[in-house]
C-alpha cells in the first residue's frame, strides 16, 4: 500500500507542472520531449487544453503525468503538450507535435509508439485500446498487460452500467476509440507514415486521475480509485519494459 501511494503521490506532483490553459510565452515551446534510453515513445498531446477548428477542447488531465513518469521510472521517451496549444497535435493531418515525431524517430529509431489520451467515466469501462482494427499493432502485443494487471477484457456489447467493476473492463477498438481509422490520429501517424507499430490507449477519468480540483467546468474535486489508477501504471509500466 505504501508503494502504491507513493506513486499516486508522484503522479500528482508531475501533473502539478502542467499549465493546462496558459498558453507558452513567444519563445517558448509548448510540448517537451523527455528523452531516454529504451526504443519507446509515451505520447500524451492532449494533456493541455487544445482547440480543433477552432473550438476549445479541454486538457485530458493526468496522461502527462503518466507520459512523464512512464519515461523516469521504465527509462523510455515521453513527447507531452506542456500549455495550451492553437492545434490538435491529434487531430489536424499535419502538426508541429507530428513533425517532433517523426524527428525523434529518425534520430532514435523508436520502435513503438503509446499514444495516451483521457475519457470520461460514462462509457462504462476503463481501458479503450485502439488499434485501428490491428492496422497499427496486434491486440495481442498490448492487451495481455492490461489483464495481468487486474483489467478484463470485454466486447462492446457487453458495456452495461456496473458502477462497481466498470473501471477493470478493457475494450479493443470499441466503435467510438479505433485510434484512427477514420481520423488522422498520432496513432495513425506513426503506424501507416512512419512505420513504427502504434497503440492508442483511452483512459477513463477512474484510472488516471488522483485529484482534480474544483472549476468553472466542474463545481467540486474529483478523486480517481486508487487501485484503478496504480493498476494503468502497473500496466503500462509493463507493456513498455517488454521493448527492453
Known amino acids: 500500500m505504501k508503494q502504491n501511494s507513493q506513486i499516486l503521490d508522484r503522479l500528482s506532483a508531475i501533473e502539478e507542472s502542467f499549465q493546462y490553459r496558459a498558453a507558452a510565452p513567444d519563445d517558448g515551446a509548448w510540448f517537451e520531449i523527455v528523452r531516454g534510453s529504451l526504443p519507446v515513445l509515451v505520447s500524451a498531446p492532449h494533456a493541455c487544453m487544445h482547440e480543433r477548428d477552432g473550438t476549445a477542447k479541454m486538457e485530458e488531465e493526468y496522461t502527462g503525468a503518466l507520459a512523464c513518469y512512464l519515461a ?46 483521457g475519457m470520461t467515466n460514462r462509457y462504462h469501462m476503463g481501458v479503450a485500446i485502439g488499434t485501428i482494427k490491428g492496422k497499427s499493432c496486434g491486440a495481442a502485443d498490448v492487451l495481455p498487460h492490461f489483464t495481468e494487471a487486474g483489467f478484463q477484457h470485454v466486447v462492446t456489447e457487453d458495456l452495461t452500467p456496473d458502477s462497481e467493476s466498470a473501471w477493470r473492463r478493457a475494450v479493443v477498438d470499441h466503435p467510438k476509440f479505433t485510434g484512427g481509422v477514420m481520423n488522422h490520429t498520432v496513432t495513425r501517424f506513426s503506424a501507416l507514415e512512419l512505420g513504427v507499430p502504434s497503440v492508442q490507449i ?43
Open 72 to 117: 523516469d521510472v521504465c527509462g523510455c521517451y515521453a513527447l507531452v503538450t506542456r500549455s495550451r496549444t492553437f492545434e490538435d497535435p491529434n487531430w489536424q493531418t499535419d502538426s508541429l507535435y507530428k513533425q517532433a515525431i517523426k524527428q525523434l524517430q529518425l534520430e532514435t529509431g523508436i520502435r513503438f509508439l503509446i499514444d495516451l489520451h
Open 202 to 244: 483511452e483512459l477513463s477519468s477512474e484510472v488516471r486521475v488522483v485529484e482534480s480540483a474544483a472549476t468553472d467546468d466542474w463545481p467540486r474535486t474529483y478523486h480517481g480509485n486508487p487501485e484503478a489508477i496504480t493498476a494503468t501504471v502497473a500496466a503500462l509500466s509493463s507493456l513498455v519494459a517488454s521493448f527492453a
